[in-house]
């Protein structure tokens, strides 16, 4: 079945700073990667996802890009601000199957 | 309620109890989804509901017993659980297959 890794599980940043988070899979068959936000003590939420199709993605502060030969998809935040502090799910997907990588906490300073 | 609702929002219960959650989803989607969140783990995917008809069980120990009625409704039957069930339970939706997955406010259940 798929793997997902994902790296690094914590992240500190100065507000302002840009940070990158970075997910491996095995299965060359998933064709929809999805990243996810989660604040402590909510519910994980979609912030931004890409398909197969797609080398790169953004929406604002907020873009993703896709290697597919070599595997392995990344989440870039520019300009980080306090209310980024959150952990981040990578996710690969294939039809109804979703693998999620072990996330990354990250914090920004004020 | 709009969204993906949950309930109850925390459990408590002992191993040999049977208890039941709960997912509502007001989405007007056709899939369904339980997943098991676990300190230091990434989420695990459990059963996946389509148009109300399983489509996945990820090995999971038949102690989680799920049912969907209809598509809006998914509900996680537990029986003789172990302490290392204790997790946050959450369920989510989706328009079909690899598309974004709205989540529900989780339950957070503690096995005794």
């Known amino acids: 079945g798929e793997n997902v890794e994902q790296h690094p599980s914590t992240l500190s940043v100065q507000e302002g700073d840009s940070a990158v988070i970075k997910c491996t899979y095995s299965?060359?068959?998933?064709?929809?990667f999805p990243w996810y936000k989660q604040e402590l003590g909510k519910r994980p939420q979609l912030i931004i996802d890409?398909?197969?199709?797609?080398g790169e993605k953004k929406d604002q502060r907020i873009a993703v890009t896709l290697n597919k030969t070599a595997k392995h998809f990344s989440l870039h935040i520019t300009e980080t601000q306090p209310e980024d502090s959150a952990v981040y799910f990578c996710?690969?997907?294939?039809?109804?199957?979703?693998?999620f990588g072990t996330g990354t906490s990250l914090t920004v300073i004020p | 309620e709009t969204g993906v609702t949950q309930t109850p929002r925390h459990l408590v219960m002992g191993m040999t109890n049977k208890k039941s959650l709960k997912c509502e989803q007001h989405?007007?989607?056709?899939?369904m989804y339980w997943y098991k969140q676990s300190a230091k783990k990434p989420l695990e995917l459990m059963f996946v509901?389509?148009?109300?008809?399983?489509?996945e069980n990820n090995s999971v120990p038949s102690r989680f017993s799920p049912e969907c009625p209809n598509s809006s409704h998914l509900f996680l039957h537990l029986h003789t659980l172990q302490p290392e069930d204790s997790a946050l339970y959450l369920c989510?939706?989706?328009?079909?297959?690899?598309?974004?997955?709205?989540f529900g406010p989780g339950t957070r259940l503690t096995v005794l």
């Open positions: 890409i398909r197969s199709n797609v």
């Open positions: 996710a690969a997907s294939l039809s109804n199957q979703f693998y």
């Open positions: 989405l007007g989607h056709n899939a």
């Open positions: 989510a939706s989706s328009q079909g297959g690899s598309n974004e997955q709205f």
């Open positions: 299965d060359s068959a998933s064709n929809y």
């Open positions: 509901y389509n148009f109300k008809e399983q489509t």
